[in-house]
C-alpha cells in the first residue's frame, strides 16, 4: 500500500494497528446460548453480540446489506475494520452500538466501489474521525473524492497484492460491475479466511480464486431472473442489473459454489437480496439444491438483512 501525498488528493494516513488451511466457522449466539457454548453459566459474554476482542481469530458482523446500505464489521484481535460506510454516520455508529462496539475503535474503513450505498457515510465519518485511514485503490479513491469531496485520508492499495491492517492480511480482488475500479475482499488470519464478494455482474476467475480458499463468505445473490422480469422496473434498469456489470443472480451465485465446492466453507451469507426481485426463501432454496447435489451438509447458510445487523460469526 501506499499514502495518497498532497500532490494528489490530500495527505493520507496508514492504517493504525493499535486498533487492530481451513478452519470451523460458528455463529456465536447471545445470552445463555453463548455461555453454554463457552462452558459457563449466567450472563452471555457479549451481552449485545459484541465483537469480541479475545484471540487471533476472525469475527464478522455484517451491519446491513442491500440497495440501502450496506456496511460490515470484520474484527481479529484489536484491529476492528469496516467494509464500506453505505449509511449515514448516526446510522452506522447506531449499527455498530447495537453491536456493542464504539464507532471510535474502528482502525480503517475498506471500500468496495463508488457507488453511494457503499459510501455515503463517508464524509461525516472522516469529518468525526479524521485519523481512520480510508482504503481503496486509486481509482475508487478518486471517483469517491469526486462525489464527495473526501479528499485526505486515503491509503492506497493495488489490487492483487495482500496488505497487512493490523493483525489481518487483506487482499483485494478485481470484480465485474459498473463503477470505477470495484474489489471484492479475502480477509485472513492464521489459516481462517472471509470472502466479501457483492455487486458483481458475472463471476470471474478473481472470484472463483479467491472464492475457493474462503471459510466463511458474504456472497451476492441478488435477483430471482423470473421477478426481475415480471417487476415494473424500466427495461434499462433490468438490462443493467443482469448485464456483465450488474449483479449476480440466485443462480449464477449458486454456481460459483457448485463449480468450486471450496471444502474449507463452513459459513455462507448471501447479500445484498433484492426486496422486490428476490425474496429470502427463493434465495436460501437455490443453494440448498447445490449444496444437497454436492453432499454438503456442513455449511451454514443464512441470509442477511438490510435494516438491522446481522447474527456475530467467527471462524
Known amino acids: 500500500m501506499r499514502q495518497r501525498g498532497p500532490d494528489e ?24 446460548e453463548g455461555d453454554r457454548r463457552q462452558g459457563r453459566g449466567g450472563e452471555c459474554p457479549h451481552p449485545r453480540g459484541l465483537i469480541g476482542r479475545e484471540g487471533l481469530v476472525l469475527r464478522l458482523r ?77 481509482d475508487t479513491a478518486d471517483a469517491i473524492a469526486r462525489q464527495t469531496g473526501v479528499n485526505d485520508g486515503w491509503t492506497l492499495f493495488e489490487n492483487g497484492e495482500p496488505f497487512e491492517l493490523g493483525d489481518i492480511t487483506v487482499t483485494a480482488f478485481s470484480i465485474s460491475h459498473d463503477a470505477a475500479d470495484p474489489v471484492g475482499y479475502l480477509f485472513e488470519v492464521d489459516g ?51 448485464g456483465r456489470t450488474g449483479h449476480l443472480s440466485n443462480e449464477d451465485a449458486a454456481m460459483l459454489v457448485r463449480e468450486t465446492n471450496p471444502l474449507c466453507l463452513k459459513t455462507l451469507l448471501l447479500g445484498h437480496i433484492s426486496s422486490e426481485c428476490n425474496s429470502p426463501s427463493l434465495a436460501r432454496r437455490a443453494f440448498a439444491d447445490v449444496f444437497e447435489e454436492l453432499g454438503r451438509t456442513d455449511v451454514h447458510l443464512s441470509v442477511l438483512e438490510q435494516d438491522s445487523p446481522g447474527d456475530l460469526f467467527e471462524f
Open 9 to 32: 488528493c490530500g495527505a493520507s494516513r496508514r492504517p493504525d494497528p493499535r486498533h487492530g488451511g481451513c478452519g470451523a466457522s460458528r455463529e456465536v449466539p447471545c445470552a445463555q
Open 62 to 138: 455484517v451491519l446491513g446489506s442491500g440497495s440501502g446500505g450496506n456496511s460490515i464489521a470484520v474484527r481479529s484481535g484489536d484491529t476492528l475494520l469496516l467494509v464500506d460506510l453505505g449509511f449515514s454516520f448516526k446510522e452506522e455508529k447506531n449499527r455498530l452500538a447495537d453491536c456493542g462496539v464504539d464507532i471510535g475503535e474502528v482502525s480503517a474503513v475498506l471500500f468496495t466501489h463508488d457507488h453511494s450505498d457503499h459510501c455515503k457515510g463517508i464524509a461525516t465519518f472522516h469529518k468525526r474521525l479524521p485519523d481512520v485511514p480510508l482504503v481503496a485503490n486509486g
Open 192 to 242: 481462517s479466511s472471509l470472502f466479501v464478494g457483492t455487486d458483481m455482474g458475472v463471476v470471474t476467475s478473481n472470484v472463483r480464486m479467491a472464492f475457493s480458499r474462503a471459510t466463511c463468505a458474504v456472497l451476492e445473490a441478488n435477483h430471482d431472473p423470473v421477478l426481475l422480469e415480471q417487476s415494473d422496473r424500466p427495461i434499462s434498469l433490468k438490462q443493467r442489473i443482469r
